[in-house]
C-alpha cells in the first residue's frame, strides 16, 4: 500500500494506527474513565511553580484537536507574568462584581451555592499559569479576511482536550468565564480578529484545597442508545 497519494490533488498519508483486542479496548477505555472521573474543578490552586515546558505540552495536545476545514482558530495565550495576572485578576473580579450584584438571575445564584464561588477571583493570581484562550473570528494573510469554519466549536473541542490533558499531567485547573471578557484583548494586545473564549487557571492543587462533594450523572442520565 502507497505511503501517500494525491487526493483531488493534495497530498495524503495512509493511516494506521495500534489495533487492540476487546479485552484490551475494555480495560483502557475503563482505566481511562476511572482516571477522568478523578479530575475536578479546584478553585483552592497553589502558586509553587509548574515549568514551563508542561504548559508548552499541554497546549500542542490541545491543538491537536478537530477543527473546521482544519483552519486551527485558536490561540492561547500563556501568562506566568505576575503583573500581567494581576491585571487580569483585577479586571475580572470587576466584571464579576457586577454580574453578581447586577446581571446574574436569583436562581442562578441559588445553584451557584453549592459550588461556594462569589466574585473573588484569587487563583487569577495565585496559580502559576493562566492560559487565556481565544478564538479567530477569522484569520489575516497580508491584511486579507481568511474565513474560519465551526470557530466556537473548534475552539471548544480544544478546550475540552486541554482539561484532559491538564489532568493528565497531573495539575488542576478552572474553566473561568468572566463575563463580559473584552478586558483580556486589551490586557493581552491580541489583534482585531481574536476573540477571547476562555480563561484557565493552572496548577497544583492546594494542600488546604476542598471541592464540592458533587456528583456526575449517570449514563442512563447522559446517554440514548439506538440499537
Known amino acids: 500500500m502507497e505511503e501517500t497519494k494525491l487526493i483531488n490533488g493534495f497530498p495524503h498519508i495512509h493511516f494506521s494506527r495500534d489495533i487492540f483486542s476487546k479485552a484490551e479496548m475494555l480495560e483502557r477505555s475503563q482505566s481511562y474513565f476511572e482516571w477522568m472521573n478523578k479530575r475536578r474543578t479546584v478553585r483552592d490552586i497553589s ?17 491537536t484537536a478537530p477543527s473546521g476545514a482544519h483552519k486551527q482558530p485558536w490561540t492561547f495565550c500563556l501568562v506566568s507574568n505576575p503583573k500581567i495576572k494581576r491585571e487580569i485578576r483585577v479586571a475580572a473580579e470587576e466584571e464579576e462584581y457586577r454580574s453578581y450584584h447586577d446581571r446574574m438571575s436569583q436562581e442562578w445564584l441559588d445553584d451557584l451555592k453549592a459550588i461556594g464561588t462569589d466574585w473573588h477571583k484569587p487563583f487569577l493570581e495565585i496559580a502559576p499559569w493562566l492560559i487565556a484562550v481565544f478564538r479567530k473570528a477569522y484569520d489575516l494573510e497580508n491584511e486579507k479576511k481568511r474565513t474560519n469554519y465551526y470557530v466556537n466549536e473548534s475552539v471548544g473541542l480544544a478546550c475540552g482536550l486541554l482539561i484532559a490533558a491538564i489532568h493528565q499531567a497531573g495539575l488542576v485547573a478552572l474553566t473561568h468565564t468572566p463575563s463580559p471578557m473584552n478586558f483580556l484583548s486589551e490586557v493581552l494586545k491580541r489583534p482585531e480578529n481574536e476573540r477571547p473564549f476562555l480563561l484557565i487557571p493552572v496548577g497544583y492543587p492546594d494542600e488546604a484545597a476542598y471541592v464540592p462533594d458533587l456528583k456526575r450523572k449517570p449514563l442512563e442520565e447522559v446517554a440514548v442508545f439506538y440499537e
Open 47 to 63: 502558586n509553587r511553580p509548574v515549568p514551563k515546558e508542561i504548559i508548552e505540552r499541554l497546549v500542542m495536545t490541545a491543538s
